[in-house]
């Protein structure tokens, strides 16, 4: 259980060196140690801090009220936009 919740923080601490990128944004933060369903880690370490650079991902996908949601991580050319840009995007 504590090495769920470890892991699940590790991911912030690696976003606290872009503190200056961030300081005007709300933080949520999600624990979940529950092991009765599946979820998709997206790995910090696949999103680049800029655009035009390299990003596994297309798309970031949640379930927000039972609802399922997602936010594009490329434009319409299927450029990168960046981690910060995508974080704008979410408030």
Not at 26 to 44: G, P
Not at 48 to 65: D, V
Request: aromatic share 12%; glycine share 6%.
């Amino acid at each position: 259980m504590y090495c769920t919740i470890l892991a699940q923080f590790g991911r912030l601490f690696k976003l606290i060196e872009f503190k200056k990128d961030f300081e005007n944004c709300d933080i949520e933060l999600i624990v979940d140690n529950a092991t009765t369903h599946t979820s998709k880690n997206y790995d910090i370490n696949h999103f680049n801090k800029f655009p035009g650079t390299n990003c596994i991902f297309k798309t970031i996908e949640w379930l927000e009220n039972d609802l399922k949601q997602s936010i594009d991580c490329v434009d319409q050319n299927g450029v990168y936009i960046g981690l910060l840009d995508i974080c704008k995007k979410l408030g």
